[in-house]
């Protein structure tokens, strides 16, 4: 069972921004999709962006394009989330997530389920924009 851990997390006001990393063995995996995921008490944990390890494309929900990049780092093995511009909206517990049993189209375009398609997880890092 592989242990993923994220840091980076805090509170800023909006407009700010913060960079999340999550440590995680996985990225010498070429076929491994990596992911972002937030989560707000008493709603489902969603997908907010996406990287596939073999060719580096990458997905995002609408609502932080163009405000959020994913990034890889094979050297240290880490999975980064810059988010800037941040705002109310984007706070939320993060989660970093790692599989390598997704297909590449789908890490791509976002076709996951977080429960079903991801086994491995990070204990989170919390995120609040005020």
């Known amino acids: 069972h592989v242990q993923l851990v994220e840091s980076g997390g805090g509170s800023v006001q909006a407009g700010g921004s913060l960079r999340l990393s999550c440590t995680a063995p996985y990225l010498a995996d070429s076929s491994t999709c990596m992911a972002w995921f937030r989560q707000v008490a008493e709603k489902e944990r969603e997908g907010v962006a996406a990287i596939f390890n073999g060719d580096r494309r990458v997905y995002y929900r609408d609502s932080v394009k163009g405000r959020f990049t994913v990034s890889l780092d094979n050297a240290t093995n880490t999975l980064y989330l810059q988010m800037n511009s941040l705002k109310p909206e984007d706070t939320a517990m993060y989660y970093c997530?790692?599989?390598?049993?997704?297909?590449?189209?789908?890490?791509?375009?976002?076709?996951?389920?977080?429960?079903?398609?991801?086994?491995?997880w990070g204990q989170g890092t919390q995120v609040t924009v005020s």
């Open positions: 997530a790692a599989t390598a049993g997704l297909e590449r189209e789908d890490c791509i375009e976002g076709y996951f389920i977080p429960s079903v398609d991801f086994g491995e």
